[in-house]
């Protein structure tokens, strides 16, 4: 198995060959402080959304689901700015200048008297006149004057079931995958002509509305959201940030125009996302080698192609730039591309310092565009599976984790074996592992110690096995091995904590086909390209095997176009990835020196 040029299948195309180490013409940028001046290129897409007020206001006997709907990860799923959670009565009402997104939550589960229910009915309705109401949950069943307002007539509500949402045109435009909840799910039977329905689920074979708007009253419902669970599904508070924009009729501006520096493997891949992603489309190419950009116009045939990336640079349509050249420049492109005021997507790592990224995160800021890293790992399915467990607390404290890739055989014969191009086997592969590994154990990290071994394939110049640890403050540790020396494979990953423990172990498939005249044709795949077979373990000795779901459909990219045409967080941040540059380079550091410990630079 080829361990060290993994990370996505190669394409048939551009082989490995070592003759092919293209780091083309350096881009010469200063970096640091000489920081340039943005261009016209991007200023027509202003974040509008930026900022986006969510005022929760409960009746709530059900302490569960007061506790699940104010304490939601708003900031965080949903980016709201503020989040300002109070009873309906006895509060004044919230003075906000009503930015686009703005939204009040109104949760009731009882009414002890008409004359409450009245009070409750009219303090909302006085809400609304501020900003948007959403009525969620029980309040539909408690408060049928305000149902009425939003010029609905409940029916009568299901089992708790799986409900699949599906969005209206327009109203959460790059939602691809269905989103599930489970809830019980009030059926309306009918509503008036001037309600907009934003969401609809289908119940025999019908679609019935889920979320509606009336834009006269200014109050819209959720039809669910009685279930407290429902409250800490990222997605589901997602889409109440898109239906407060929906209700303060934000539409996404024009597309923006993606220029790809560097059209490799992964180049290809991010231009199959681009085009599938509705808001992102494919605008232009530049490759030093032409075939390449043929390659491209595969995908968009109309797109500009350039042998050189200035020149793409210098291309005032493109708003957003995917740096996916080899990782040495890719901190150098990151100035240029700030510079003429693109925001800008790398590919991992983000560059082979800290400091050097310090410096593009301080420019990024300087100019006010996006800088993210490409950690698409972090959406892989048996990681999600993981991360899930993690933090619904399925072992308890987390506090020693082992993660290892590799296998043995020769590295690829391509710059990702070359240490001065790609930073060595621990950035090449770490990129991923430590992102995840970071992702899965927050906290201060006391130190870094590392071992790397060249002892067989000294045609190549990356380690051919490493040893990252991570030794954090509060004495938790965190293990990455990658390996072209390992005849014998580790669990993917193996992570104890104080209540059990989680493995993630490699499977050994084949893809299994026929030739054309009817043989059986086999190929077996790396195990790197399948997802971990996951199981968590109890204290008891008793073992439950995981299902790994299918992967999110171009998780990375959706997050990209939701955050720069709506203001909605990524769930990958720049600091994460410099952060994940200083364990590597600490790491290559403490390798280098009989594996010292070295703090993160
Ligand atoms: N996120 C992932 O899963 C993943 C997977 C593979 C690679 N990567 C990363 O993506 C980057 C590219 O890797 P790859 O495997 O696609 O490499 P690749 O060699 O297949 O592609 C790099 C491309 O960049 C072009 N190029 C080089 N210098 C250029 C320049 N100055 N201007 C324009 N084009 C230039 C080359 O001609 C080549 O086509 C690396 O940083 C790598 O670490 C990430």
């Known amino acids: 198995m080829i361990a060290g040029c993994g990370q996505g299948t190669p394409d048939p195309g551009l082989g490995c060959p070592q003759t092919v180490i293209m780091q083309g013409r350096p881009p010469s940028v200063a970096t640091g402080s000489c920081h ?249 190419v530049s490759d030093l080698n032409p075939a390449r950009v043929e390659t491209a116009r595969g995908v968009a045939a109309d797109v500009a192609g350039y042998s050189d990336s200035v020149d793409l640079l210098g291309d005032a349509s493109v708003d957003l730039v995917v740096v996916s050249t080899p990782p040495n420049s890719h901190a150098a492109w990151a100035h240029r591309a700030l510079a003429a005021g693109k925001h800008v997507v790398l590919e991992k790592p983000m560059a082979l310092t800290a400091a050097e990224c310090d410096d593009v995160l301080a420019h990024a800021a300087d100019v006010d565009r996006t800088v993210v890293v490409y950690q698409n790992r972090r959406f892989d399915p048996d990681y999600l599976v993981m991360r899930r467990l993690v933090s619904d607390g399925a072992v308890g404290e987390l506090f020693h984790v082992e993660s290892f890739v590799g296998g043995y055989g020769h590295p690829c014969n391509y710059w990702h074996s070359d240490a001065a191009i790609s930073g060595g086997a621990i950035f090449d592969w770490g990129s991923h592992y430590i992102d995840q590994l970071l992702d899965l154990m927050p906290g201060d990290i006391a130190s870094v110690t590392a071992a790397n071994h060249k002892r067989r394939w000294h045609d190549v110049t990356n380690a051919d096995h490493s040893r990252v640890t991570i030794h954090f403050d509060d004495g938790r540790e965190a293990y990455f091995i990658h390996s072209d020396l390992a005849a014998a494979a580790k669990p993917k990953w193996w992570a104890l904590g104080t209540d059990g423990a989680i493995r993630g172990d490699w499977r050994n498939e084949r893809v299994v086909g026929r030739s054309a005249i009817g043989t059986m044709t086999e190929d077996a795949l790396a195990p790197a390209d399948s997802p971990a077979a996951m199981s968590l373990h109890h204290g008891d000795g008793s073992i439950t095997a995981l299902a790994v779901p299918a992967a999110p459909t171009h998780a990375f990219h959706r997050e990209l176009a939701d955050h720069l045409l709506r203001g909605l967080p990524m769930m990958i941040q720049a600091a994460q990835s410099r952060r994940v540059v200083a364990v590597m380079e600490a790491a290559e550091r403490s390798a280098s020196t009989g594996s010292v410990p070295v703090p993160l630079p």
Request: a negative charge.
């Open 36 to 284: 340039g001046v943005v261009t016209t290129a991007s200023k027509r897409h202003r974040r509008v959304t930026d900022v986006a007020n969510l005022v929760i206001r409960h009746h709530v006997h059900d302490s569960r689901l007061r506790t699940a709907l104010v304490g939601a990860d708003w900031t965080a799923a949903a980016g709201y700015t503020s989040v300002d959670a109070a009873p309906i009565l006895g509060e004044p009402l919230p003075t906000l200048d009503g930015a686009p997104g703005d939204l009040t939550l109104v949760v009731v589960d009882h009414a002890t008297s008409s004359d409450e229910a009245d009070a409750l009915t009219s303090r909302v309705l006085a809400l609304g006149r501020e900003l948007p109401v959403l009525l969620v949950g029980p309040t539909l069943d408690v408060l049928p004057d305000l149902v009425d307002a939003a010029g609905v007539t409940p029916g009568s509500w299901t089992p708790r079931h799986e409900i699949r949402l599906r969005a209206q045109p327009g109203v959460d435009p790059r939602r691809l995958d269905d989103l599930l909840v489970s809830d019980r799910l009030l059926v309306p039977d009918k509503s008036s002509d001037d309600v907009r329905v934003l969401v609809t689920a289908n119940l025999g074979f019908r679609d019935h509305p889920v979320a509606t708007w009336n834009a006269t009253a200014g109050i819209g419902t959720l039809l669910l959201g009685s279930d407290p669970a429902v409250w800490s599904q990222r997605d589901l508070l997602r889409l109440v940030r898109h239906l407060g924009l929906a209700a303060a009729g934000q539409a996404d501006a024009a597309d923006m125009r993606v220029g790809m520096i560097g059209y490799g493997a992964i180049g290809h891949e991010h231009a199959l996302a681009v085009q599938a992603v509705p808001g992102l489309a494919l605008a232009a």
